[in-house]
């Protein structure tokens, strides 16, 4: 079974528990198994059919780039973080980065305020 690490925002729904243990082999099959467990979660993670745009999934380290369909194994760490996504300055690479990190920024933002390392 895949690990699921529940946001602190929605705690709520799960009596604060903090992470869960579902059977998958897709994001969808794993939504699907916490809507099992806490009925209404789904309803925070998916819109229209997809991966709500306010949020990015990481599985086992690396973002999903298939939504729903992405797969899942047995042993896998799930975790849901709000999402984040950069504009660009000019020709601001950092910005790029963020982009290309999440996939779909939900927010624009100017980083050339932002110190460099």
Same mark, same amino acid.
């Given at each position: 079974?895949?690990?699921?690490?529940?946001?602190?925002?929605l705690q709520?729904?799960?009596?604060?528990?903090?992470?869960?243990?579902?059977?998958?082999?897709n994001?969808?099959?794993?939504?699907?198994?916490?809507?099992?467990?806490?009925?209404g979660i789904?309803?925070?993670?998916?819109?229209? %059919?997809?991966?709500?745009p306010?949020?990015?999934?990481?599985?086992?380290g690396?973002?999903a780039?298939?939504?729903?369909?992405e797969?899942?194994g047995?042993?896998?760490?799930?975790?849901?973080?709000?999402?984040?996504?950069? %504009?660009?300055?000019?020709?601001?690479? @950092?910005?790029?980065? @963020?982009?290309l990190?999440?996939?779909?920024?939900?927010?624009h933002i100017c980083?050339?305020?932002?110190a460099?390392?």
């Amino acid at each position: 079974m895949a690990t699921v690490f529940i946001p602190t925002m929605l705690q709520g729904l799960t009596g604060g528990v903090k992470q869960v243990e579902v059977e998958g082999n897709n994001m969808r099959r794993v939504i699907d198994g916490l809507e099992d467990l806490y009925p209404g979660i789904k309803d925070r993670l998916v819109e229209d %059919g997809s991966i709500r745009p306010s949020l990015a999934v990481a599985i086992d380290g690396e973002v999903a780039r298939m939504g729903l369909l992405e797969k899942v194994g047995e042993n896998s760490e799930v975790h849901f973080v709000p999402a984040i996504g950069g %504009g660009l300055c000019g020709n601001e690479p @950092l910005s790029q980065k @963020l982009q290309l990190a999440v996939g779909r920024p939900t927010a624009h933002i100017c980083t050339e305020n932002f110190a460099r390392s």
